[in-house]
Antibody, heavy 118, light 108 residues
């Protein structure tokens, strides 16, 4: 069965970086992409960006350009999302989700809470 | 960027009611629209894709319709487990996907 398992909760200080992992299993990792979505406390879903696990191509939400980097390690079927220069409004639950060209996000990770606080 | 506007943002209803949530796109997106259900503390769950196709395992009381710029999600007879927040997502402008702001469905 398809599973996406994310790394554990993080607490970071403003200005620091965080790297969240998402380990995939149950499907051919390189046949799909991974989207990252975040949700601030009490707020809606915000699409952050996408990475192709096939060739590493990426596309990021404009508001995060320059601060976010998404990568994959095909040897371990793991995707990573790194966010730099953290601010308090980056406090959110971060989700990874499996995606395919113009297809919906059909499997999601369990979410990783990132708290940014001094 | 394509914007999605859901209405209403909050909806109060009773078990057994029929409810409809609307999602409007700022430009045409054909049928590239999905609906998700999210319960507190959980990841979103895919309900409908391609505007009207029910995801496997989703109860038939859920249905979707629309194309172009206007879409609806209908729950024909609300069950207690349906009280949650619902989001639409456009898949037309690959890979720059966006979500609607959400509709919180509460028990009256």
């Amino acid at each position: 069965q398809v599973q996406l398992v994310q790394s554990g909760a993080e607490v970071k200080k403003p200005g620091a970086s965080v790297k969240v992992s998402c380990k995939a299993s149950g499907y051919t990792f390189t046949s799909y992409g991974i989207s990252w979505v975040r949700q601030a406390p009490g707020q809606g879903l915000e699409w952050m960006g996408w990475i192709s696990a096939y060739n590493g191509n990426t596309n990021y939400a404009q508001k995060l350009q320059g601060r976010v980097t998404m990568t994959t390690d095909t040897s371990t079927s793991t995707a990573y999302m790194e966010l730099r220069s953290l601010r308090s409004d980056d406090t959110a639950v971060y989700y990874c989700a499996r995606e395919y060209y113009r297809a919906p996000l059909d499997y999601w990770g369990q979410g990783t809470l990132v708290t940014v606080s001094s | 960027d394509i914007q999605l506007t859901q209405s209403p943002s909050f909806l109060s209803a009773s078990v057994g009611d029929r409810v409809t949530i609307t999602c409007r796109a700022s430009q045409g997106i054909s049928s590239y629209l999905a609906w998700y259900q999210q319960k507190p503390g959980k990841a979103p769950k895919l309900l409908i894709y391609a505007a009207s196709t029910l995801q496997s395992g989703v109860p038939s009381r859920f249905s979707g319709s629309g194309s172009g710029t206007e879409f609806t999600l209908t729950i024909s007879s609300l069950q207690p487990e349906d009280f949650a927040t619902y989001y639409c997502q456009q898949l037309n402008s690959y890979p720059l996907y966006t979500f609607g702001q959400g509709t919180k469905l509460e028990i009256k």
